[in-house]
T-cell receptor, first 113, second 110 residues
Framework: DADVTQTPRNRITKTGKRIMLECSQT?????MYWYRQDPGLGLRLIYY???????NKGEISDGYSVSRQAQAKFSLSLESAIPNQTALYFC????????????FGPGTRLTVL | QKEVEQDPGPLSVPEGAIVSLNCTYS??????FMWYRQYSRKGPELLMY????GNKEDGRFTAQVDKSSKYISLFIRDSQPSDSATYLC??????????FGAGTTVTVRA
């Protein structure tokens, strides 16, 4: 079974809709991250969480919000989706003592029309 | 200017060739240098990690870091079709924040 799972894997939505992407992990890591990947831009950090009560903005948090429901669950929401939020979204986890190794989920391909 | 620059390729080589990938960076505070491999429709996975300058070898893979030139490389010897993937360099000053390159797509032809 996958250690980091994401749902849905693919989603097409319309401008202005609210959408939630979900992430679950069985690695037992406290640290969780949300990234987006765009061609030519690489992975960019949206939000990160060091534990359930510690949530922080990354470099591109505008237009996004997150919720850490439990150690194992970290959700990303787009309150009012816009076309330039079309991207591949990844959730990741890490052990605080091994920050260099982040474990990524399979990704969610989001298209905003 | 991006903090980490990586040529996106694509790069196509015959099986058995040496693949050479590289990244340059501008932040002299980076101390940790990683290479992640990403197969199609999958998330990235850590391939190799190097601290500070020097070389590190792991099987067919060699990572090199030249901090004086702000330049890192990954070499894949005796490349195999299973090495076909996107390779992402990543760097850190020593905390949670990883700065990623855009990734280079490699195809190894059988």
């Amino acid at each position: 079974d996958a250690d980091v799972t994401q749902t849905p894997r693919n989603r097409i939505t319309k401008t202005g809709k609210r959408i939630m992407l979900e992430c679950s992990q069985t690695k037992g890591h406290d640290r969780m991250y949300w990234y987006r990947q765009d061609p030519g831009l690489g992975l960019r950090l949206i939000y990160y969480s060091f534990d359930v009560k510690d949530i922080n903005k990354g470099e591109i948090s505008d237009g996004y919000s997150v919720s850490r429901q439990a150690q194992a669950k970290f959700s990303l929401s787009l309150e009012s989706a816009i076309p330039n939020q079309t991207a591949l979204y990844f959730c990741a986890t890490s052990d605080p003592d091994r920050f260099n190794e982040q474990f990524f989920g399979p990704g969610t391909r989001l298209t905003v029309l | 200017q991006k903090e980490v620059e990586q040529d996106p390729g694509p790069l196509s080589v015959p099986e058995g060739a040496i693949v050479s990938l590289n990244c340059t960076y501008s932040n002299s505070a980076f101390q940790y240098f990683m290479w992640y491999r990403q197969y199609s429709r999958k998330g990235p996975e850590l391939l190799m990690y190097t601290y500070s300058s020097g070389n590190k070898e792991d099987g067919r893979f060699t990572a090199q870091v030249d901090k004086s030139s702000k330049y890192i490389s990954l070499f894949i010897r005796d490349s195999q079709p299973s090495d076909s993937a996107t390779y992402l360099c990543a760097m850190s000053v020593g905390d949670y924040k990883l700065s990623f390159g855009a990734g280079t797509t490699v195809t190894v032809r059988a």
